[in-house]
């Protein structure tokens, strides 16, 4: 591994352990096993480096987010169970990684101090959206008209998020798929 890797490696682990805020160039060159200078020379500054990393982590956030979204391979489900599984799996993943998702928190709160970085962010909303939607929907990503990423992808991507907050704040009393199920079938009733 080159220094460019490790010096991205060494930032990852930073921002999973440390977040964005307390991590330093002395933290990250730790990591890595390099001078503080081949920072400067690989990304430029702590800063590129810390975006290039967190938006890595999300990559592999969304990898680890899409294959538990997944409707579980059982054609006999009905497709309330199938939701309420993929729930379970999603759930399941957030115990598993919780630093991950707290690390898309992280890039939203910098977004707001960077506005630098509100372009990257909404393009990898919009992504997702899609992407979700097409889950849900059991159809190809590239299938999915704007309409259903922006109101499916949307609620799924906002359910996802506050779930996840919630699981990472209140684990003793953490939401279940069922409970998923259950206040959205609560809500559809409210809005008819």
Same mark, same amino acid.
């Given at each position: 591994?080159?220094?460019?890797?490790?010096?991205?490696?060494?930032? &990852?682990?930073?921002?999973?352990? &440390?977040?964005?805020?307390?991590?330093?160039?002395?933290?990250?060159?730790?990591?890595?096993?390099?001078?503080?200078?081949?920072?400067?020379?690989?990304?430029?500054?702590?800063?590129?480096?810390?975006?290039?990393?967190?938006?890595?982590?999300?990559?592999?956030?969304?990898?680890?987010?899409?294959?538990?979204?997944?409707?579980?391979?059982?054609?006999?489900?009905?497709?309330?169970?199938?939701?309420?599984?993929?729930?379970?799996?999603?759930?399941?993943?957030?115990?598993?990684?919780?630093?991950?998702?707290?690390?898309?928190?992280?890039?939203?709160?910098?977004?707001?101090?960077?506005?630098?970085?509100?372009?990257?962010?909404?393009?990898?909303?919009?992504?997702?959206?899609?992407?979700?939607?097409?889950?849900?929907?059991?159809?190809?990503?590239?299938?999915?008209?704007?309409?259903?990423?922006?109101?499916?992808?949307?609620?799924?991507?906002?359910?996802?998020?506050?779930?996840?907050?919630?699981?990472?704040?209140?684990?003793?009393?953490?939401?279940?798929?069922?409970?998923?199920?259950?206040?959205?079938?609560?809500?559809?009733?409210?809005?008819?």
């Amino acid at each position: 591994m080159g220094n460019r890797e490790a010096l991205l490696a060494g930032a &990852k682990s930073c921002l999973l352990d &440390k977040g964005f805020d307390r991590t330093t160039v002395r933290d990250i060159a730790t990591a890595a096993g390099v001078s503080m200078a081949a920072i400067g020379y690989h990304f430029g500054s702590r800063e590129n480096l810390l975006f290039q990393a967190l938006f890595a982590i999300l990559d592999e956030w969304g990898d680890l987010a899409g294959r538990a979204l997944v409707p579980a391979d059982a054609p006999d489900l009905a497709p309330a169970e199938a939701y309420e599984r993929m729930w379970d799996e999603l759930l399941t993943q957030v115990r598993a990684n919780p630093k991950m998702w707290l690390v898309s928190v992280d890039l939203f709160l910098q977004a707001q101090r960077q506005p630098e970085l509100l372009p990257h962010l909404a393009d990898g909303l919009r992504q997702g959206r899609s992407g979700v939607a097409g889950i849900v929907a059991s159809v190809p990503e590239q299938d999915v008209d704007e309409r259903s990423a922006r109101t499916l992808g949307m609620v799924q991507v906002a359910l996802m998020s506050g779930v996840a907050i919630q699981l990472l704040s209140d684990p003793d009393h953490a939401p279940t798929g069922a409970d998923v199920v259950a206040g959205l079938r609560a809500l559809a009733k409210v809005v008819g």
